[in-house]
């Protein structure tokens, strides 16, 4: 559906080239509570419901989807193993809720033109 888009491509070498705010050692002051890797499941899930929400989509294409949400967050936890158990900075959370909000963006798109 979307993972093999030339957007959602461009999402991931976006995300890549923002590793070195990811791979900073010291906790800052600000961090959060919980992990990257909490960050990542809730904004993804967050996201994929309110695209449930939003659309009238039959039960194929929800799977479909939901197949789709679990390799973007194996990309993800691929990307980001090193740091998936560190507690973010804002602007580490701040990243994840863009790149999310992005790929949210590209279902959308996807199920607008398939519609």
């Not at 990811?22 to 600000?30: D, I, M, S, T």
């Not at 993800?76 to 992005?102: D, T, W």
Request: glycine share 4%.
């Amino acid at each position: 559906m979307i993972t093999e888009t030339d957007g959602y491509v461009e999402l991931i070498h976006y995300l890549t080239g923002q590793l070195p705010l990811f791979e900073q050692r010291k906790l800052p002051a600000g961090s959060a509570n919980y992990t990257l890797r909490d960050v990542l499941e809730e904004q993804l899930s967050q996201h994929m419901m309110a695209l449930f929400e939003q659309n009238d989509i039959d039960q194929d294409t929800r799977l479909d989807m939901v197949r789709e949400a679990d390799a973007i967050m194996y990309d993800l936890e691929e990307i980001l193993s090193s740091v998936l158990n560190n507690h973010p900075s804002e602007q580490q959370e701040a990243c994840i809720i863009e790149f999310v909000g992005l790929v949210k963006n590209l279902f959308d798109q996807r199920l607008n033109t398939k519609g």
